[in-house]
């Protein structure tokens, strides 16, 4: 049984990998400064905990036992991710297109990553580690916490993460792409860049 209060069953044990792993492409092109490296922890920092209880959207990243990926956005109101403490995260699973890619992954391979975003905000945060999922009949205390629900919105299921690596990510990929920026937002809104999507899209 969970509990979003923090309180549940048998603790669950945490196998803690190699966080900072050498490969090819660092000895091709360089390596992280110190401060960089040693930003990767196996647990998650107050800030990175309080930028997640902020956090409305992140992007659930999978891969099956054959390479097979999906990245998934997830969303809701800010702290719609519930953190439940320094090392483990719970992820409702609000219904949806019912293709349950991400899900059909996990069968094979928990390990997962997630980004998270606050509209504004230039930082992101990172959190990889592997997932179990929670059946809705061992949900308590659980809302649907989303904006302008639909019929369909309902809170099916969850993910409960136990978290191997987390970190605060620079701003340089928002701030390239000028994602925030509210004129861009505004000319997207008055004149679409695309035509309406065509059903079977």
């Not at 702290?79 to 090392?87: A, S, W």
């Amino acid at each position: 049984m969970l509990r979003l209060d923090g309180n549940r069953g048998p603790r669950v044990l945490i196998i803690q990998p190699e966080l900072l792993m050498q490969n090819k492409y660092q000895d091709k092109f360089g390596y992280p400064v110190q401060r960089t490296a040693g930003k990767v922890k196996p647990q998650m920092a107050g800030w990175i905990q309080d930028f997640i209880r902020h956090s409305p959207f992140c992007v659930l990243a999978t891969s099956n036992a054959d390479g097979n990926c999906d990245a998934s956005p997830k969303g809701g109101t800010p702290g719609f991710v519930k953190v439940l403490n320094d090392r483990q995260l719970f992820i409702p699973d609000v219904a949806g297109n019912k293709l349950f890619h991400g899900y059909g992954n996990i069968e094979s391979n928990p390990k997962v990553g997630l980004v998270f975003f606050i509209p504004g905000h230039n930082q992101t945060v990172r959190v990889n580690g592997g997932v179990r999922v929670i059946d809705g009949a061992e949900l308590q205390n659980v809302k649907l916490e989303v904006h302008d629900p639909d019929e369909k919105a309902e809170v099916l299921q969850g993910l409960l993460l136990d978290v191997e690596e987390s970190y605060s990510h620079c701003p340089r990929a928002l701030k390239f792409s000028k994602l925030w920026d509210v004129e861009e937002i505004s000319k997207n809104i008055a004149r679409p860049p695309l035509p309406p999507k065509e059903p079977g899209i």
